[in-house]
Antibody, heavy 120, light 107 residues
Framework: QVQLQESGPGLVKPSETLSLTCSVSGGSVSSNAYYWSWIRQPPGKGLEWIGYIYYTGSTNYNPSLKSRVTISVDTSNHQFSLRLSYVTAADTAVYYC????????????WGQGSTVTVSS | DIQMTQSPSSLSASVGDRVTIACRASQGILNYVAWYQQKPGKVPKLLIYAASTLQSGVPSRFSGSRSGTEFTLTISSLQPEDVATYYCQKYNTAPHTFGQGTKVEIK
């Protein structure tokens, strides 16, 4: 079955750019049946939707993060990525990637999460 | 932005009880609501989408409904393994906002 795995630095300095990659196995990011999403969860808090990308490269971002977020897809390497620029301590969170069904918009497969701390 | 107000923030119930969690949208969003379960230290899990469609493999004691802009997740008979935080999410338009979460515990 499809599995997702986040990877990237666990520590990022303030004002720098957070970069995470989600590797997809057992399925294809080129499928027209799914969007590929990023969600985050600050320590002890709730879930925050970041955005998603379709295999065509079409994206949809949270307006509150839009000026700092870029989600991209690499179909040849079966992965998609998140970049968040000018990070602050408020961006410290567990970052999840997830698969979202095109028809239902339900996020049915999630990665295990990647903890990112913003600190100097 | 459309807000999703989830209530209660926490609840404690006995095994076998019927549990109801509500989520109210600040504007009409049709049926574009999903519900997720997040057990302590675990990854969120999709329970319901389109307000009332049960995700494959989810126990039938979970159900969802909609009345206008009010959405409800019901656990018909609470089980010990249902201890978790539950989130609603709207997805009609960006941002796909989550509710604040409801923490469910066993009394």
């Amino acid at each position: 079955q499809v599995q997702l795995q986040e990877s990237g630095p666990g520590l990022v300095k303030p004002s720098e750019t957070l970069s995470l990659t989600c590797s997809v196995s057992g399925g294809s990011v080129s499928s027209n049946a799914y969007y590929w999403s990023w969600i985050r969860q600050p320590p002890g808090k709730g879930l925050e939707w970041i955005g998603y990308i379709y295999y065509t490269g079409s994206t949809n971002y949270n307006p509150s993060l839009k000026s700092r977020v870029t989600i991209s897809v690499d179909t040849s390497n079966h992965q998609f990525s998140l970049r968040l620029s000018y990070v602050t301590a408020a961006d410290t969170a567990v970052y999840y990637c997830a698969r979202m069904a095109y028809q239902s918009y339900g996020m049915d497969v999630w990665g295990q999460g990647s903890t990112v701390t913003v600190s100097s | 932005d459309i807000q999703m107000t989830q209530s209660p923030s926490s609840l404690s119930a006995s095994v076998g009880d019927r549990v109801t969690i509500a989520c109210r949208a600040s504007q009409g969003i049709l049926n574009y609501v999903a519900w997720y379960q997040q057990k302590p230290g675990k990854v969120p899990k999709l329970l319901i989408y389109a307000a009332s469609t049960l995700q494959s493999g989810v126990p039938s004691r979970f159900s969802g409904s909609r009345s206008g802009t009010e959405f409800t997740l019901t656990i018909s008979s609470l089980q010990p393994e249902d201890v978790a935080t539950y989130y609603c999410q709207k997805y009609n338009t960006a941002p796909h906002t989550f509710g604040q979460g409801t923490k469910v515990e066993i009394k």
